[in-house]
């Protein structure tokens, strides 16, 4: 059973950190708390849901063509409109984006209606030394884990990735180097709506979806961003993995309805303990 529990935890958490990681990444680099994130990745569980539904495919490419429509929407809402506020006060950030998550719930509850809605994948699961795994969840495991490592190579291989962390360890310093900080502050939010939509559609592949969830994976994001440490993609995966480990124990020993409440009781601790986070940097913003 303990072995099973684990498994359950790494399968939730893997997906956890997927959807994290641009929450996270876009938190760092632009000193913005993106409240729009968590519908970023309902409208990309939505995308994923009627594509399969509607026009068939496996939801792997549904989730590709999510992730291309939502890094679109991402650049283009910060270039038209945040970045006209993104030196002013992060409260002024914080209120825009909470203003647009508000209205983006509302469209997609009106659009979508809150019935929950989920994709019909008949995989079954396997039987593995007495453990039971859903073959979707670990599909959708996998497909999270690749897109997480992917944005870890293309941040640390690439001139865009490189401009992206040139970028967050001093913009003023990237300006004077000739970097065009507002295109990178643009497609680095791009890149978190995308990560958003993946993470998305791999919820999609192994639990129901509704509009209202916005706001509990948004929740999950400030939490792996607490405990894996701020602005990092190994920090957003080791951030997921425990909160899916700790929210599989805490149904198990206090119960399904307080497993969310150990995750919030352990993000207070690190805060308290260690404020960077599991692998953040003590003093680096």
Known sequence: MLAQYIINGLLIGSLYACLAVGFS??????????????????????????????????????????????????????????????????????????????????????????????????????????????????IAMGFALLLTGLLYWLLKHSSIGRAIVAVRMDRHAATLLGLDVPRIYAVTFGIGALM???????????FPITPVLDGTFLG????????????????????????GLLESFGAVTLGSQWSATVGFVIMLAILVFRPAGIAGRSGFE
């Open 25 to 138: 990444l876009v938190w760092g680099v632009l000193n913005i708390i993106n409240m729009l994130h968590g519908a970023f990745v309902v409208l990309g569980a939505y995308i994923v849901i009627f594509g399969v539904q509607s026009f068939g495919g496996s939801p792997i490419l549904w989730t590709g063509v999510a992730c291309i429509i939502l890094f679109a929407i991402g650049y283009l809402v910060q270039l038209g409109l945040i970045n006209k506020v993104v030196a002013a006060p992060i409260f002024i950030t914080f209120t825009l984006t909470f203003g647009m998550d508000l209205l983006a719930q509302n469209l997609m509850i009106n659009v979508f209606t809150a019935t929950p809605r989920s994709l019909t994948i008949g995989y079954g699961s396997l039987q593995i030394a007495g453990l039971s795994l859903s073959v979707a969840r670990l």
């Open 196 to 206: 958003a939509a993946a993470g998305g559609g791999a919820m999609a592949m192994a």
């Open 220 to 243: 999950k994001a400030f939490v792996i961003c607490v405990l894996g440490g701020l602005g990092s993609v190994p920090g957003a995966l080791i951030g997921g993995l425990v909160l």
